[in-house]
T-cell receptor, first 113, second 119 residues
């Protein structure tokens, strides 16, 4: 699985959009970009994933550059409950097999009142 | 999304004793479950992959005789920390894959974690 690079920490004002970047310059053509977050002392929570098209769901939007070497997770209106560590993971999807996830260091997002 | 439940959420045990942690998939059958360990202010580290009906696959550096994994049914995997020592104190997290879920069986859902403290 390709390695990812994320800033260690970010702050965002409550109600504003939080834009979390991720570099994955060695991503291969069959690797997806996944985002998870972990609120303190809880298990990780799935947010969104994509291959090459931008994706949006009820939680966030995922913007993947055309060359797929980087992506941005967007939380459109950050709330205090969005304070967490956000992990960007790239991996190949296997319809069978382990599908285990390898977590990097992530970005600690702090939403400020 | 699918629900994965871990029990207990917190446990304190004496050094030298064994502790069992359960991971259950509540609304789906999981042929594969994963066990992670997380030390304070660090990321999750995969310990092992648990396969229903067969032996677990351990990551390099993880002692299989110390961290016993049993996946006897499609909804339950257990991790037993044997002869626990203070250095085993950590946050243990399981995840499970829903093979027929909305993401085509590729997504993993996480339990809420178990904080183990060995005194």
């Amino acid at each position: 699985d390709a390695k990812t690079t994320q800033p260690p920490s970010m702050d965002c004002a409550e109600g504003r959009a939080a834009n979390l970047p991720c570099n994955h310059s060695t991503i291969s053509g069959n690797e997806y970009v996944y985002w998870y977050r972990q609120i303190h002392s809880q298990g990780p929570q799935y947010i969104i994933h994509g291959l090459k098209n931008n994706e949006t769901n009820e939680m966030a939007s995922l913007i993947i550059t055309e060359d797929r070497k980087s992506s941005t997770l967007i939380l459109p209106h950050a709330t205090l409950r969005d304070t967490a560590v956000y992990y960007c993971i790239v991996r190949v999807l296997h319809q069978t097999g382990a599908n285990n996830l390898f977590f990097g260091t992530g970005t600690r997002l702090t939403v400020i009142p | 999304g699918a629900v994965v439940s871990q029990h207990p959420s917190r446990v304190i045990c004496k050094s030298g004793t064994s502790v069992k942690i359960e991971c259950r998939s509540l609304d789906f059958q999981a042929t594969t479950m994963f066990w992670y360990r997380q030390f304070p202010k660090q990321s999750l580290m995969l310990m092992a992959t648990s396969n229903e009906g067969s032996k677990a696959t351990y990551e390099q550096g993880v002692e299989k005789d110390k961290f016993l994994i049993n996946h006897a049914s499609l909804t339950l995997s257990t991790l037993t920390v044997t002869s626990a020592h203070p250095e085993d104190s950590s946050f243990y997290i399981c995840s499970a894959r829903d093979p027929v879920g909305p993401w085509g069986g590729t997504e993993a859902f996480f339990g809420q974690g178990t904080r183990l403290t060995v005194v």
